[in-house]
């Protein structure tokens, strides 16, 4: 058992950390104070009131996390255990589906514990640590998960440094090696993942709804333009529902032989579709230059991206990109606008859209709204954590 430390917080912090605000943002405690990553704060009221216990893992939003607001819970393997007995309970319909054996078991902050995600994959388990805070508890978290479910293999990411970013290393943690690539599925479609290759897997698992609506209600005949493809996970689902033809373009090389993978996999032929690495941003210009259109384009960059040319803020200049996919948008057409910026919310993001269509002069109606699927369990008083926005536009 770790000591606790006795700490006062202000007010403000206080009250937010009373209605459920599951964050310890940095502003709310004062400067002499600095925990160890991992310790464990009894959190006070400025007149020494018991609020609730914490942990300390920095992360770019704040210094820890909120864990229970009942004084005599401690703070050990039972306490994880229960979390995670309580989150898979919720993702039954997941674990019983033979169409889908991929998703995420535990989403940080929603599933009462910010810092530590756990994702599923057929068997195996990838448990993402955001502070060095969080991966200080991993024993005993291995302990609970362990004693919570069985399982094929663990493997970790460690998303601790600096700024978020993922820490290079062997990320097997124990069990079973898996095999890699691992054949996952999704809405009977197959992903190759690896867990063992880097920060990323291969897939992105809060666009699994996305994906399916772009099968089965829009790509039946249609041509495709998936742009910022990555593995062309979308451009998989498109063809798949009965696209012509998909065209990914992603300016990362790997993008070709991994989006080519992903078709090969589900036994759709490559010669039937296009994989271009090259920046969006020219394949715009291009496109336009070749008068070329499709029924349907994706939109979903990062939240910022450099790259030579150009510098995208999704903040900024999502209205810009808009505008180059109405431009090649077929009358009638779809296009389908994601982001995971969680600077703003889904009414700005509208405000992008409308400004697009009323500068191309052509009208729009807004036919589907995503928000993150509800394996990724979200708090209700922190925004920042409900990241994902994606409209379905028809472009008249
Ligand atoms: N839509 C993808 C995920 C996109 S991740 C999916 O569904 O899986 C963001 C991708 O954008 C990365 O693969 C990155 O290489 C690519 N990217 C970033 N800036 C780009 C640019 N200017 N042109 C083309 N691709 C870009």
Redesign the pocket.
Known sequence: MRNELDIKVTEALAQDLQKGVPILMKDGFHEKESPEEGSILKLQNPSGKFIGKGYVGKQNKGIGWLLTKNENEKIDKSFFQKKIEMAIQLRNDFYTSTDTTAFRVFNGEGDGIGGLIIDYFDGFYLISWYSEGIYSFKDIILEALEASVSYRGVYEKKRFDTKGQYVEDDDFVKGERGEFPLIVKENGQKFAIYLNDGAMVG??LD?RDV?KTIRDNYSKGKTVL?????????SVFAAAGGATKTTS????KR?LSKTAEQFEVNGIDIEEQDIIV??????FKYAKRKELSFDMV?L???SF?R?KK?T?SSAKDYTKLLLDAINITEKNGVIVA?TNNATFGMKKFKTFVEKAFKESNRNYTIEEEFSLPNDFKTSPLFKEGNYLKVLFIRAK
């Open positions: 897939v992105f666009q994906r998936n742009t910022f493809s990555y593995t062309g996970a979308f373009v992603d300016l990362a993008s090259m920046d969006v941003f020219d394949y994706i979903d960059p990062p991206a790259s150009y995208f994601s």
